[in-house]
């Protein structure tokens, strides 16, 4: 029997749907990043079952149409070529299983479409860091360019290897987060909105304050006269890693080089963990596993 609630929802297009999904995230505290990602996975769903013919109302959505989307290429093949890896198809299985849970949930649908909807089986990706020779080509093609963009990303490329925030804190940063006079920052923009304190080192202080050039309110890091976006950013600093010949790098390289030089120099996970921001030192212990300097030595390599 269709529940009554179910029942005002008769004929809603997964569109609609997709629409009230991405109002209970926000309000969910998600951010703009994890919104966005679903919204893609979502839509790709649906532009799947109006290229194959099928109707995209709520009530008939069901675990084979589901399987049958996850077997197609619209889900197995990347945009670049190829068959997507195993980690990228889980995400898109993560939100699909998010979004039909919750139209069930919700009494959009009637049952749970993505009940039956497994995770492929894989190990999570190694962090994969910048080589010393590496981070110092990127620093010498930066250091060789000149401009004011040009100034702009070499700060925000020194930040990231010194301090080892993810990208997104240091484009939120406010001039008003940077504590010069004890070598702080306050990072209020952070994955789980877990406020918290970061050090510099004295050098990427200095290089900081010569950066900010005495101003004291405002973005640390602009395009013109707004805030630099995550997308532009992304994309400098993917010219900056091919003019290097630094390739399958992102912005997130430069976070693993700085973990794996602090584990490196300290043995310590747990003082790599507090250097990371880590909620618990399970996200920390793959940099034990990937310390090759002492394995080299170990092996006499």
């Excluded at 297009?13 to 505290?29: C, E, K, R, S």
């Excluded at 909807?117 to 080509?137: F, G, M, S, T, Y």
């Excluded at 997308?231 to 790098?249: N, V, Y």
Aim: aromatic share 4%.
């Amino acid at each position: 029997m269709v529940s009554a609630v179910a029942w005002l929802h008769v004929g809603m297009q997964l569109q609609d749907a997709l629409g009230h999904f991405q109002v209970q995230l926000a309000a969910d505290g998600r951010s703009e990043h994890t919104r966005k990602q679903y919204e893609r996975h979502v839509v790709a769903l649906i532009d799947w079952l109006n290229a194959t013919g099928r109707t995209t109302d709520v009530g008939n959505i069901t675990p084979t149409i589901v399987a049958e989307f996850f077997a197609s290429n619209a889900a197995r093949a990347s945009a670049r070529g190829g068959m997507k890896k195993a980690t990228t198809a889980n995400a898109q299985r993560t939100s699909l299983r998010c979004f039909l849970r919750w139209m069930h949930e919700s009494g959009l649908a009637t049952t749970n479409a993505a009940r039956l909807l497994k995770r492929a089986r894989c190990a999570a990706p190694p962090p994969r860091a910048l080589h010393d020779d590496e981070q110092q080509r990127l620093l010498a093609v930066l250091a060789a360019a000149t401009g004011t963009e040009v100034e702009r990303d070499r700060m925000l490329v020194e930040l990231l290897l010194g301090t080892g925030i993810r990208i997104g804190s240091a484009l939120g940063l406010d001039i008003a987060d940077i504590d010069f006079d004890h070598g702080e920052i306050n990072l209020r923009s952070t994955k789980n909105n877990r406020p918290t304190t970061v050090l510099m080192p004295t050098g990427i202080a200095e290089k900081l304050k010569t950066f900010v050039a005495g101003s004291t309110t405002g973005p640390v890091f602009l395009a013109g006269d707004r805030r630099i976006s995550m997308r532009h950013a992304q994309r400098r600093l993917g010219r900056w890693l091919a003019a290097a010949e630094i390739r399958g790098r992102s912005a997130h390289a430069l976070r693993h080089s700085f973990a794996t030089r602090v584990y490196s120099s300290t043995g310590d996970l747990q003082l790599t963990q507090i250097a990371l921001g880590h909620a618990t030192i399970a996200s920390t212990v793959i940099y034990a596993r990937l310390d090759r300097a002492r394995l080299r030595e170990a092996v006499g390599a």
